[in-house]
């Protein structure tokens, strides 16, 4: 059974960075389309960012193009999401995400597994 575990989220002032990491065990990472998701409070979970399995391939939300990056290192079975300029409207809990169909999608129903969330908050 897959387990994703994430860690790296806090409290950092408006402009500043974070980088969160989210680790998988269970089965071989790199044929999974690995997935960043968050949640602001009151709303609904939101994609952010993917990519493939080989690391080849990114594909971004337009509210964090330029300012995050995905990145995979497949060799320590570890996904990131280093988070650059953050705003507050950027604060939420952030969850990764991995599709084992590599169907590509931007909607959660498109992932099999999910970490329990690592919580951002961005003070003004």
């Known amino acids: 059974q897959v387990q994703l575990v994430e860690s790296g989220g806090g409290l950092v002032q408006s402009g500043g960075s974070l980088r969160l990491s989210c680790a998988f065990s269970?089965?071989?990472?790199?044929?999974?389309?690995m997935a960043w998701f968050r949640q602001p409070p009151g709303k609904e979970r939101q994609f952010v960012a993917r990519i493939s399995g080989s690391g080849v391939t990114t594909y971004y939300a337009i509210s964090v193009k330029g300012r995050f990056i995905i990145s995979r290192d497949n060799a320590k079975n570890t996904v990131y999401l280093q988070m650059n300029s953050l705003q507050p409207e950027d604060t939420a809990v952030y969850y990764c995400?991995?599709?084992?169909?590599?169907?590509?999608?931007?909607?959660?129903?498109?992932?099999?597994?999910w970490g329990q969330g690592t919580q951002v908050t961005v003070s003004s």
């Open positions: 269970g089965r071989t990472f790199s044929s999974y389309v």
């Open positions: 995400a991995a599709d084992s169909s590599r169907t590509y999608s931007d909607a959660p129903s498109g992932y099999d597994y």
